[in-house]
C-alpha cells in the first residue's frame, strides 16, 4: 500500500510523538481508520495540534475514484477517524457519530501529502458533542472540511453490539480514564 499512515502507537510522526489511542489496549483492534492490524485500512496515526488533533496522510491508487483522484467518501471517513479520536482522547469517553456533513472544495490526489485537523465547539456537558475537521493539503489550503455531532455512549449500554469480551471492556474502560490527556475542548495542555 502507498498511504503513509503505517506505524504502530508509541512512534515519532514528523518529530511528534504519536498518541496512544485507547482502542490500542485490544491486541487485534481492527478500526479501518486507525488500527496499524487492519492491513486494508488508512492506518492514521494521530499527534496533538495545537487546535485538537491532527493526522497526516498520503493515499495510493487503492483509495481512488476518479483516475488520480480519491474516492470522496474516504475523506468523510478521515474527518470522522480524527473528530471521534479527539472525542475519546478530550473527553475520555467514546461516541457514535449521529450526524456528518462534508464540504468538498478541492479533489484530494492520489499521492499527495495532506492533514487532517480536528477541533471540538461548544462545553463538555454538550450533548451531542459537536466537532470539525479540515483537510489541508502540504500549502496548507483547506480541500475539505467537515461537521459533526456524536452521541457519547458507555460501554456497558452498548456491549450487545460490539465484540469485546469482559477482558476487553475492563482494559477499554481503564484506558479511556487514564488515557491521553487533552484538554476539554481537545487542545493538548
Known sequence: MEHDSAFGPDTVHGGVDTVRVPWSVIPDYRCFGCSPHNTTGLRLRFTP???????????????????????????????????????????????FTVTQRTRFLTPLLVGREYHCVATLSGTEDDRPIQASAEIRDADNLVCASSTAAYQPFALDDVRHQLTLGDDEVAALSHALSTGTALAPNGVHP
Open 49 to 95: 495540534h495545537p487546535d485538537g488533533l491532527q493526522a497526516r496522510f498520503r493515499l495510493g491508487r487503492e483509495f481512488e475514484s476518479y483516475p488520480g483522484v480519491v474516492h470522496g467518501g474516504l475523506i468523510g471517513v478521515i474527518c470522522d477517524e480524527v473528530m471521534g479520536n479527539l472525542i475519546v482522547l478530550a473527553r475520555h469517553h467514546p461516541a
